[in-house]
């Protein structure tokens, strides 16, 4: 195949933005993914995503940046989450449903009666090859900030997901560390939204992580493989997408599941074939050691 043909989407500014924006944001949910994962927050995540919609619109309509409006709203479906958990008997995956499911359809609704000279369903399923350079600055900002702020605070983060009662007995304060993990959510579904849209914004926060947590043990390693494996899908699946004429943000997060299905099936121990062959290793030893 003609190399000059290999390399004609960086010919082209709108596919560099939409490289940049996905690889950036495809980094911060990877390494937020490691938490959530530990943590159990993957359908928290999915809330917070979805949530963000009415929030979108609305800053929208007020004429008011995307990302305050997301940001905004993000804070406030976990605010009703908890709210809703803490006051009443419902239990908490029934208060993520409830809360999320009813904000994304607000959303949903503000999207159908706002007139609107955007495709505000963009919002919903992604369009990261029509960032423009103040999305891509925003984008870049929102993740730093939240870059920063996990590998900053990645030891008390991993100290609350393993054992948070021996965090509280040694002095740390759980609800601060979960507000910052929560925010840090929050905020990284917002940057996300450019990528894959609120749908799909979930498998970002969650498919890294579960594939990292197939191929190894120890979290630090777990905090290189995961933001890898998501930046490198992100990259694939924005370049078979130019080549491909498919939705950018789908054949990403396809990427990331075939990524996913491999490290299901061959992960040397925690995949399903590697068990099977770590079964069997014991008895071939005895077998030898018997004859």
């Known amino acids: 195949m003609d190399p000059a043909l290999l390399l004609e989407p960086f010919r082209y500014g709108f596919m560099v933005r939409a490289f940049t924006v996905a690889v950036v944001t495809a980094i911060v949910c990877g390494l937020l993914s490691c938490w959530l994962v530990l943590v159990g927050w993957s359908l928290l995540g999915d809330a917070v995503s979805h949530a963000v919609l009415p929030g979108v619109v609305l800053a929208y309509i007020a004429g008011a940046p995307f990302a305050l409006g997301a940001l ?3 804070i406030v479906a976990v605010a009703l989450i908890g709210a809703v958990r803490d006051t009443s008997r419902i239990k908490e ?7 999320f499911t009813t904000l994304f359809a607000l959303g ?3 999207v159908s009666v706002t007139p609107s000279q955007i495709d505000l369903g963009h919002i919903v399923f992604g369009n990261v090859l029509g960032v423009s350079t103040s999305d891509l600055v925003q984008v870049l900002v929102l993740s730093a900030i939240v870059f920063v702020v996990l590998v900053a605070g990645r030891r008390a983060f991993t100290l609350f997901a393993f054992d948070p009662a021996h965090a509280h007995a040694i002095g740390m304060r759980p609800r601060v560390i979960s507000a910052v993990l929560l925010a840090s959510l929050a905020v990284t579904a917002v940057a996300a939204l450019q990528s894959v849209g609120v749908v799909l914004v979930v498998a970002m926060l969650v498919i890294p992580g579960a594939t990292a947590h197939l191929w190894t043990d120890r979290f630090g390693r777990m905090m290189i493989v995961a933001p890898t494996v998501s930046a490198l899908s992100a990259a694939v ?4 997408s130019y080549f491909a004429d498919t939705a950018s943000g789908a054949t990403i997060v396809l990427v990331l599941g075939g990524v996913f299905a491999v490290s ?3 992960a040397p121990r925690h995949g399903l074939l590697g068990r099977v062959t770590h079964r069997r290793r ?4 005895q077998r030898a050691a018997a004859t």
């Open 237 to 240: 699946g924005v370049y078979i």
């Open 93 to 99: 995956d029934a208060a993520i449903g409830i809360v």
């Open 108 to 110: 949903l609704v503000l």
């Open 72 to 74: 905004v709203f993000g």
């Open 264 to 266: 299901y099936l061959f």
């Open 282 to 285: 014991p008895g071939r030893a």
